[in-house]
């Protein structure tokens, strides 16, 4: 799986959501099945460019919206500069509370 699909998979996932859109809803005002989205906001599928220009306009959001990444980018620096102050245990103890969470996405 690429990074840029799973980011964008998960920055649609992130607007639709802030939007208050089901799968279900966004699914159906962009004519695609709810199980391809689910695809699509995971990152296994990767969306045609109609397809994105749907999505961005069900949104209510740019294109260039959909690829703005850098939200992302800094939970990421926020947990790694945590992480660098942790002691082992602690770093031990995140590693299995995150599995248990991303188990369940």
Known sequence: MSSAKVL???R?????R???LSQG????????????LSRIEVGTSCPSLPT???VA?????SLKDLFDFEP??????EVET???????????????????????E
Request: a positive charge; zero cysteines.
């Open 72 to 77: 992302f980018r800094e939970e990421t620096r």
């Open 52 to 54: 994105l220009e749907k």
């Open 57 to 61: 306009a069900a949104l209510d959001v």
């Open 25 to 36: 809803e966004l699914s159906e005002r962009i004519e695609i099945t709810e199980n391809y």
């Open 12 to 16: 649609i996932k992130q607007i639709r």
């Open 18 to 20: 802030a939007k208050g």
């Open 82 to 104: 945590l992480l660098k102050s942790a002691g082992t245990e602690k770093k031990r103890l995140v590693l299995s509370i995150a599995k248990l969470i991303l188990r369940g």
């Open 8 to 10: 964008l998979g998960a």
